[in-house]
Every structure is written in structure tokens, then in C-alpha cells.
Nanobody
Framework: QVRLTESGGGLAQAGDSLRLACAAS????????VGWFRQAPGKEREWVSC????????YSADFAKGRFTISRDYAKNTVYLQMNSLKSEDSGLYFC???????????????YGKGTTVTVSS
């Protein structure tokens, strides 16, 4: 069964760090571009960052640059999002997606997880 499972969310203070994980089961993430998205209550989904199929290719939204880092662990079939210097506006549901083509597919990613909640208090 193909599944993406996020973990690592929780409560944090402004300025703290959290590391989110996106673990895949039923398929190998090594053959997929993996992106992170977030959605705050009452707001639209927002793209955060993505790591391409080619090792070392990463992309990040402007708000994430310099604070968030995306990486892969091939052995654990997991993609991480290290989030530093958290702000209250970073609060929301964070979920990952995987696509066999690229970080920017025309019709959305092939698979999505259900997400993990991040709450940052100021």
C-alpha cells in the first residue's frame, strides 16, 4: 500500500526549531520529487519547499529561504524539513507530496500525506 506519513509536528516557541519527516511506504522516494506544503486555518494551501529527483536539487518559497532546509535520507526512505527560527505565522498543517515527474507538476503531485500540525506561539 502506497502511503506518505508525516511526523515531527507539535508545539514550539517563536525562534525554536522543528524537524518534520515524510516517510514513504509501498514505494521508493528515491524516484520521486518530494515537496512540503502547509495550510493554516482559513487560508489556502501554500507551497513550502521541494527536493527534486536529482540529488541536490532543492527549491524553497521565499519565506522558507534561510530558515527551512529540505533533505533526503535514502536509507530511511524519508524526506525531512528542518525548520529553524520559527515564527507564529509558520503555524499550520504541514503535509508532503511525492511526484514521479518533478517538483512542479501541472496537475498536482501523485501522492500526498495527511499532514502533521505545527503550532508556534509568540
Amino acid at each position: 500500500q502506497v502511503r506518505l506519513t508525516e511526523s515531527g509536528g507539535g508545539l514550539a516557541q517563536a525562534g525554536d526549531s522543528l524537524r518534520l519527516a515524510c516517510a514513504a511506504s509501498g514505494f521508493s522516494l528515491a524516484r520521486y520529487a518530494v515537496g512540503w506544503f502547509r495550510q493554516a486555518p482559513g487560508k489556502e494551501r501554500e507551497w513550502v519547499s521541494c527536493i527534486g529527483i536529482s540529488e541536490g536539487t532543492t527549491y524553497s518559497a521565499d519565506f522558507a529561504k534561510g530558515r527551512f532546509t529540505i533533505s533526503r535520507d535514502y536509507a530511511k526512505n524519508t524526506v525531512y524539513l528542518q525548520m529553524n527560527s520559527l515564527k507564529s505565522e509558520d503555524s499550520g498543517l504541514y503535509f508532503c507530496g511525492a511526484d514521479a515527474g518533478s517538483c512542479f507538476p501541472d496537475y498536482g503531485m501523485d501522492y500526498y500525506g495527511k499532514g502533521t500540525t505545527v503550532t508556534v506561539s509568540s
